[in-house]
């Protein structure tokens, strides 16, 4: 046993004690604090709060807030919980910006890289870092030019098959909603893409709360600053160019060919066309290239009033009118099976998200502020191998022709003009056609359609009764003031394009780095994102 006398002892503790003393007289000094949400919304009141826990005048507190969440688990008594860093006078903060070193590259060996979406565009800004030249092919148009035929989606004028929501300048991430939360931290650096969205123009709260989330108002102007720093550092782009083939050498991909008939080489390919693009995983299929079916996911888009939402969670809470749009994240397994809410939408609206005028697809966006008078969000099922049977004969497309049927259908029953099949969700639960449906965000109009009646069997089932469950979970969720509209497709891919875990190479392809959400190793801006990012490494660590 370690010993000593009374007054040796009495002297460590008092070592102690001054240690703990100076650790908390230390600059910066981090602390946590819960406050109630007017208290977080008022920087006065929130001045006090933390000079009282710090023990320090209000006059002379300097500080910053470093994370923010907001704790709704019990409902009617929201909390916001901080993290703040508070520094002495005359202490310098710390800048909140980090610094990236993009250098030029116009000269460098080029890499080409498929695809304008986080995946394609977060490789870019890497290999810019790393010294390669990256070429940008991209079938769609630039954001400006996108908003224009998006425009005429939304007002039921047609669809343009390569500039809509999922195909353009910035991908399906473009007019996304832009939630940036990601589950899959240990596939790369999260922080670090919002560091780059933050640098290009995104608000400073995207780094400090636990849920960061950009809003379709605000993506496309981030992602034409993207644009501005990859032009700049020599990187080039090439847009309404559709890749339709691979160069192939001695098994190695040189480049790829476009409909046009030009041709880009480079000294890798990055694909990142993300899962909407059907064609790519045709052409896999047809040349006899590498594909797998993966599990996916799909199932309805259910929307909400937001007031009904904001009732249900946040009850009589006393300081509501400082709280955002509620939003809620449910999940239960039905003969198992997993049934879950997707991309949940607070003060959002529902999207058109199709790619081929024959097919009708919807998801869900906000804009920064969440102001739409509705709460949406996907209810999706988990569809595995054996729920895609009637298509086994496809091999490894079944789950694509099962995604494509569905969305066939859906475009049937919606009666075109990308119109959304639409039920009261009471109606569906009871399996009943609607008479007439609820008020509804979505502008190309909807029409009333029993889904029960022509959703697989399996899938609608599953959805009755997980919407019973939900509304055990959340009461008043299962109500007749709510609908659902068809179909919610294009969650996660069906379809993976293999690649060596280590250096990212497609396996009977070299030179070919199949990365973000169509490869099926990633989904999610911010995954897709950081995918893009590890293939531009991967590519710089190839003798
Ligand atoms: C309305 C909506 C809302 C969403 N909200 C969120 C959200 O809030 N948070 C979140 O994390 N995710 C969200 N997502 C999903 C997210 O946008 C995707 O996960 C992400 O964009 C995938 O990135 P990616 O780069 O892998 O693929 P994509 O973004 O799909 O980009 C692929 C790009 O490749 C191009 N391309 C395809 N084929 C070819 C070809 N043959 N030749 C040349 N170019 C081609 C496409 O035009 C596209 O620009 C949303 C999606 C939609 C549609």
């Known amino acids: 046993m370690h010993g000593g006398s009374l007054s040796a002892i009495r002297c460590r503790l008092r070592r102690n004690k001054n240690a703990i003393f100076e650790l908390n007289n230390r600059m910066p000094r981090q602390i946590q604090i819960t406050v109630a949400p007017h208290e977080a919304a008022l920087p006065e009141v929130l001045q006090q709060k933390i000079a009282a826990a710090t023990a320090t005048a209000a006059t002379a507190l300097r500080y910053r807030i470093i994370r923010r969440s907001v704790d709704a688990r019990k409902r009617g008594h929201v909390k916001i919980l901080l993290s703040i860093e508070t520094y002495a006078p005359g202490e310098p903060l710390p800048?909140?910006?980090?610094?990236?070193?993009?250098?030029?590259?116009?000269?460098?060996?080029?890499?080409?890289?498929?695809?304008?979406?986080?995946?394609?565009?977060?490789?870019?800004?890497?290999?810019?870092?790393?010294?390669?030249?990256?070429?940008?092919?991209?079938?769609?148009?630039?954001?400006?030019?996108?908003?224009?035929?998006?425009?005429?989606?939304?007002?039921?004028e047609g669809?343009?098959?390569?500039?809509?929501?999922?195909?353009?300048?910035?991908?399906?991430?473009?007019?996304?909603?832009?939630k940036l939360y990601t589950r899959a931290n240990k596939r790369g650096d999260a922080l670090r893409i919002l560091q780059l969205l933050h640098h290009h123009g995104a608000d400073d709260s995207i780094l400090i709360d636990a849920r960061p989330?950009?809003?379709?108002?605000?993506?496309p102007a981030i992602i034409q600053e993207i644009r501005q720093t990859i032009v700049r550092c020599g990187g080039e782009y090439r847009f309404e160019q559709k890749m339709n083939g691979?160069?192939?050498?001695?098994?190695?991909?040189?480049?790829?060919?476009?409909?046009?008939?030009?041709?880009?080489?480079?000294?890798?390919?990055?694909?990142?066309?993300?899962?909407?693009?059907?064609?790519?995983?045709?052409?896999?299929?047809?040349?006899?290239?590498?594909?797998?079916?993966?599990?996916?996911?799909?199932?309805?888009?259910?929307?909400?009033?937001?007031?009904l939402i904001n009732d249900l969670l946040y009850r009589r809470d006393p300081h509501r009118a400082f709280l955002p749009p509620a939003a809620y994240a449910l999940t239960t397994q039905v003969r198992q099976r997993g049934v879950y809410s997707f991309c949940m939408c607070p003060g959002g609206i529902i999207v058109p998200s199709a790619t081929s005028p024959d097919g009708q697809v919807v998801n869900g966006m906000s804009a920064s502020a969440r102001r739409s008078a509705f709460a949406n969000a996907g209810i999706v099922v988990e569809i595995r191998p054996e729920?895609?049977?009637?298509?086994?004969?496809?091999?490894?497309?079944?789950?694509?022709?099962?995604?494509?049927?569905?969305?066939?259908?859906?475009?049937?029953?919606?009666?075109?003009?990308?119109?959304?099949?639409?039920?009261?969700?009471?109606?569906?639960?009871?399996?009943?056609?609607?008479t007439c449906l609820p008020a509804c965000?979505?502008?190309?109009?909807?029409?009333?359609?029993?889904?029960?009646?022509?959703?697989?069997?399996?899938?609608?089932?599953?959805?009755?009764?997980?919407?019973?469950?939900?509304?055990?979970?959340?009461?008043?969720?299962?109500?007749?003031?709510?609908?659902?509209?068809?179909?919610?497709?294009?969650s996660s891919s069906p379809v993976r394009i293999p690649r060596d875990s280590r250096t990212m190479q497609h396996p009977q392809l070299k030179g070919l780095y199949p990365c973000?959400?169509?490869?099926?190793?990633?989904?999610?801006?911010?995954?897709?994102?950081?995918?893009?990012?590890?293939?531009?490494?991967?590519?710089?660590?190839?003798?």
């Open 246 to 307: 691979l160069i192939l050498a001695n098994g190695q991909v040189q480049g790829i060919t476009t409909e046009t008939g030009e041709k880009f080489c480079g000294t890798a390919t990055i694909l990142a066309t993300g899962h909407s693009a059907s064609d790519v995983f045709e052409l896999f299929f047809r040349e006899g290239y590498l594909l797998e079916a993966k599990p996916f996911a799909a199932g309805v888009r259910i929307e909400h009033p937001q007031a």
């Open 387 to 434: 729920d895609t049977a009637p298509f086994h004969r496809c091999g490894a497309l079944a789950g694509l022709r099962f995604r494509q049927e569905m969305e066939r259908l859906a475009a049937i029953a919606g009666g075109g003009l990308q119109h959304a099949p639409a039920q009261r969700t009471t109606d569906f639960v009871a399996a009943k056609p609607s």
């Open 213 to 219: 989330h950009i809003g379709s108002d605000r993506l």
């Open 95 to 156: 800048l909140q910006a980090a610094e990236f070193r993009f250098r030029n590259v116009a000269d460098a060996p080029p890499v080409v890289i498929v695809g304008a979406g986080p995946a394609g565009l977060f490789a870019a800004l890497r290999l810019i870092e790393l010294g390669k030249k990256p070429i940008i092919i991209e079938r769609g148009k630039e954001t400006d030019r996108r908003k224009r035929d998006i425009a005429l989606l939304c007002r039921g």
């Open 441 to 490: 965000s979505y502008l190309p109009g909807v029409a009333a359609s029993p889904l029960h009646q022509w959703l697989p069997n399996h899938l609608a089932q599953r959805l009755q009764d997980a919407f019973r469950l939900f509304d055990k979970k959340m009461k008043g969720f299962l109500t007749a003031e709510s609908l659902i509209a068809g179909v919610e497709s294009r």
């Open 516 to 543: 973000g959400e169509g490869s099926g190793h990633a989904g999610g801006i911010t995954s897709s994102a950081m995918d893009g990012i590890r293939a531009a490494e991967a590519i710089a660590d190839t003798p």
């Open 159 to 178: 669809l343009h098959p390569d500039s809509n929501y999922c195909f353009g300048e910035g991908g399906a991430g473009a007019f996304s909603d832009g």
